[in-house]
């Protein structure tokens, strides 16, 4: 049976305005979709017993919550395929970091397995399967850093600079459900304009809550904006700055607080998942 080694690209949230909530809870917003060349790896062997493993399992989750589980599940439903798979994780980015880990996984295996088991779904099919998974899996789907709208599923790919990353990751979990449900998270900012965006950067709406619940997110910023511009990605912990060289910010994260674990990556337009497939 066939298999496959797949990248699952990190992702940044370039700005989060939070323009509103739905009756159903869900929250509108506006972000831009940095897909990273840096992530996770997934080894996909299929076989024909229908069954699907993981390894290793991740500590206190439960392979049926996991979401790859959840994503080879569906896809196996929605195709009526009858193959099984055995997917192991290479995981290096943080949980709750608010940089897509999960998220990416699920998009990785979705996009894998429709290619290892023949499934024929096209992209649009995938996406609303992803979409089903969780408002940022249709992004990793699709492949392109992109502007997004609704509820994050409205896409609309969008060529950027090639800047160079220093992510960090403080040592906190940083749940979106919690901060999505704070009484004290902005929802009315007004939406802005793509050229707005590219004119006058953007800020992220729960920055400053998260700050303020989690004082280990407050000092990766403070001390990351010795040297550009330090925001929250999304709704996790982790905190980035841009710079226009791989050695501007290797330099910077070398001086890096002991404490604070991270990488470096470069921004790409288009993931190095789909580059991996026909």
């Not at 997110?217 to 929250?232: H, K, M």
Request: aromatic share 8%.
């Amino acid at each position: 049976m066939p298999s496959a080694t797949l990248p699952s690209p990190a992702k940044l949230n370039l700005f989060l305005n939070i323009t509103g909530r739905r009756e159903d809870g869900y929250h509108q917003l506006q972000t831009l979709f940095q897909l990273l060349d840096f992530g996770d790896q997934l080894e996909i062997e299929t076989n024909s017993s229908g069954d699907i493993l993981l390894q290793p399992q991740l500590p206190g989750l439960a392979q049926k919550d996991n979401l790859i589980y959840k994503a080879a599940k569906l896809l196996q439903q929605a195709s009526a395929c009858s193959q099984g798979a055995t997917i192991r994780t290479n995981k290096i980015l943080p949980m709750g970091g608010g940089i897509g880990g999960g998220s990416s996984n699920a998009a990785t295996t979705l996009v894998g397995l429709n290619y290892l088991w023949q499934c024929g779904l096209n992209e649009n099919h995938l996406a609303e399967l992803g979409r089903q998974l969780g408002a940022d899996v249709p992004v990793f789907v699709r492949g392109k850093t992109s502007w997004a709208e609704g509820v994050g599923e409205q896409l609309s790919p969008i060529e950027m600079p090639p800047y160079w990353y220093l992510v960090l990751a403080p040592n906190c979990h940083v749940s979106t459900a919690t901060i999505f449900s704070h009484k004290d998270l902005t929802r009315d900012s007004l939406a802005i304009t793509v050229a707005a965006f590219l004119e006058k950067g953007g800020k992220n709406d729960c920055q400053p809550l998260v700050e303020r619940l989690f004082p280990q997110v407050r000092d990766a910023v403070d001390w990351l904006n010795q040297y550009g511009p330090a925001q929250l990605t999304g709704t996790g912990s982790c905190v980035y700055a841009a710079f226009d060289s791989k050695q501007q910010a290797l330099d910077v994260y070398a001086k890096r607080p002991k404490h604070l674990n991270g990488f470096v990556a470069q921004g790409v337009n288009n993931s190095p998942l789909h580059q991996c497939l026909p």
